[in-house]
C-alpha cells in the first residue's frame, strides 16, 4: 500500500511493481515523480527540512537515557 523511497533512479523505478493497485510512492529523493508515475499510479513528493538544533537535543536525550524505546514483541522471520 505504500512504498517510501529514499534512494530514487532504479529503486524507484522497480517500487511500481509491488505497489498494491491504490496504493501510493512516497519519495525523497526524486522530484520528478509527480511526472514520472506510470499511469493509473500515485507518486508524492516529500520535502523535510531538518533542524540541527532539535536533532543534538534528540542524540542528547538518547546518549542521556532521557528517551528510549520499548520493544512491545519480537517476531521472528519465519512468522511474519
Sequence with gaps: DLVLDYVGGDVLARSWSVLSADGVVVST???DILTSAPAGRRGL???NT???A???Q???DVTHGRLQSKV???VRFEEL
Design 29 to 31: 529523493a526524486s522530484p
Design 45 to 47: 513528493w516529500f520535502v
Design 50 to 52: 531538518p533542524d540541527a
Design 54 to 56: 532539535r536533532l543534538q
Design 58 to 60: 534528540i542524540a542528547d
Design 72 to 74: 512491545s514483541a519480537v
